[in-house]
Nanobody
Framework: QVQLVESGGGLVQTGGSLRLSCAAS??????????MSWFRQAPGKDREFVATISRSGGITTYADSVKGRFTISRDNAKNTVYLQMNSLKPEDTAVYYC?????????????????WGQGTQVTVSS
C-alpha cells in the first residue's frame, strides 16, 4: 500500500515562508520512478496545479501564480518531495496536496496521478 503524507503546513503572516514535505512509503513503491507534484485547493475553489518535478529532479514546472516564490525539490534517497514557499500571500491559503504520477505525460491533469496525500492546511493571514 502506497502512502503519501504531507507535513509542514500552518499559519503564517503575509510575506512569510513555509516548507512543506511529502514523505512517500510503500513496500513496492519506487519513488524515483514517479513524477511528483503539488496541488492546492482553496475554500470554494477547484483544486489546482502548483508545481511539479521530474523523476531525477532536473526539471521543474510551476504555475504562473507561484513562479519565483515557490521551489519544488526532491530527495530520492529519502523518498520525499518538498515545496519551499516564500513571500506568501493570503491568496496562497489552501489545502496543499502532493501527488505521484508514474506516466508524467500531462502533469496538470489530476486524473493522471496514481497516488495522493491527505493534504496539509496552509493559512496566510493579512
Amino acid at each position: 500500500q502506497v502512502q503519501l503524507v504531507e507535513s509542514g503546513g500552518g499559519l503564517v503572516q503575509t510575506g512569510g515562508s513555509l516548507r512543506l514535505s511529502c514523505a512517500a512509503s510503500g513496500r513496492t513503491f519506487s519513488f524515483s520512478s514517479y513524477v511528483m507534484s503539488w496541488f492546492r485547493q482553496a475554500p470554494g475553489k477547484d483544486r489546482e496545479f502548483v508545481a511539479t518535478i521530474s523523476r531525477s529532479g532536473g526539471i521543474t514546472t510551476y504555475a504562473d501564480s507561484v513562479k519565483g516564490r515557490f521551489t519544488i525539490s526532491r530527495d530520492n534517497a529519502k523518498n520525499t518531495v518538498y515545496l519551499q514557499m516564500n513571500s506568501l500571500k493570503p491568496e496562497d491559503t489552501a489545502v496543499y496536496y502532493c501527488a505521484a504520477d508514474r506516466g508524467g505525460i500531462d502533469i496538470v491533469a489530476q486524473g493522471e496521478y496514481d497516488y495522493w496525500g491527505q493534504g496539509t492546511q496552509v493559512t496566510v493571514s493579512s
